[in-house]
């Protein structure tokens, strides 16, 4: 094995911490991909000689590559495209399985990520570093431009936004114990798609928290159905109005919580995830955009 050989084996070794610190960073797959690709190619420049932990390394390249990536998002003009979400990690409803537990390791709750796409650059990373992959701030602090007291105050604003004491519905409260049963969710779930189905608003309000929050994303192709509704009565007109009798509707798993594929004449045409607390839907993402749905992962 060549020098070169080995330099890419020992890369491919990371490779898997290098997407899922960029997926967390930046909510989406694609743009995850190119980061780390971008990490490679520093890399292969630079050679491996005189790096002492390359993992170290490369973690912070890939971290400094995802910055400038949201950085740049920031500062673009926004496009009239309706809501974005993130993109989801979709696996199978039963998760006891090497495959069900390696996409939960992966996912990261929309919630959470809906909720990080509010923070600034700096406060993204600062957060997901250290309270996902347990970075310092002495190791965080030279990303961001700031000292260590600096990048762990960006990190406490992010938290306290994640904590839901700033986040205008945009994350639910923690579910009791109860409520983190699968099977309760699922029944959960079932009975709101059963609702709709006989057109029973009274049903689906009971199902719903009164401040439930409803984002769906309707991407390039799909921006009429992009919208954002708070509260049950407004969540649960809109779930009677897009009631469809004859779709199928496969269970899943959306970023670990309850979800489903939605398919109609033979095709796709949502995906949705489901928070559950205290018994009640407090907050539904759904993805109706066709350009998304077929490279969604897990898919």
Avoid: K
């Avoid at 960006?154 to 639910?172: E, H, K, P, Y």
């Amino acid at each position: 094995m060549d020098d070169d050989e080995r330099l890419a084996e020992r890369f491919e070794e990371h490779r898997a911490h290098l997407r899922a610190v960029a997926y967390r960073l930046l909510g989406s797959f694609g743009e995850a991909d190119d980061a780390v690709q971008d990490t490679w190619l520093r890399l292969d420049r630079t050679g491996a000689d005189g790096i002492d932990n390359l993992g170290g390394w490369l973690t912070t390249v890939v971290s400094r590559i995802c910055l400038n990536m949201l950085r740049s998002r920031s500062a673009r003009p926004q496009e009239a495209l309706g809501v974005h979400l993130p993109d989801p990690v979709i696996g199978p409803d039963d998760a006891s399985g090497p495959e069900g537990q390696a996409l939960l390791a992966d996912s990261v709750g929309m919630a959470l990520f809906v909720v990080l796409d509010t923070l600034s650059p700096a406060q993204r990373l600062a957060f997901v570093l250290h309270d996902l992959f347990d970075l310092s701030f002495d190791e965080i602090a030279p990303m961001v431009d700031r000292s260590p007291a600096a990048a762990r105050q960006l990190a406490s604003r992010a938290r306290r936004r994640v904590r839901g004491t700033a986040t205008d519905g945009f994350a639910a409260p923690a579910a009791p114990a109860e409520a983190a049963d699968p099977a309760v969710r699922r029944r959960v779930v079932d009975a709101f798609f059963a609702a709709a189905r006989r057109g029973d608003f009274a049903a689906l309000v009971a199902l719903l928290d009164p401040d439930v929050v409803l984002r769906a994303d309707g991407g390039v192709t799909r921006p009429e159905a992009s919208v954002v509704l708070r509260g049950a009565a407004a969540v649960a007109r809109r779930a009677l109005l897009f009631a469809q009798p004859a779709a199928v509707v496969s269970p899943v798993l959306v970023n670990g919580d309850t979800g489903v594929i939605v398919a109609a004449g033979g095709q796709r045409v949502s995906v949705m995830g489901f928070v559950i607390v205290a018994g009640r839907i407090a907050a539904i993402h759904a993805w109706v955009a066709p350009e998304r749905l077929a490279r969604f992962r897990g898919i």
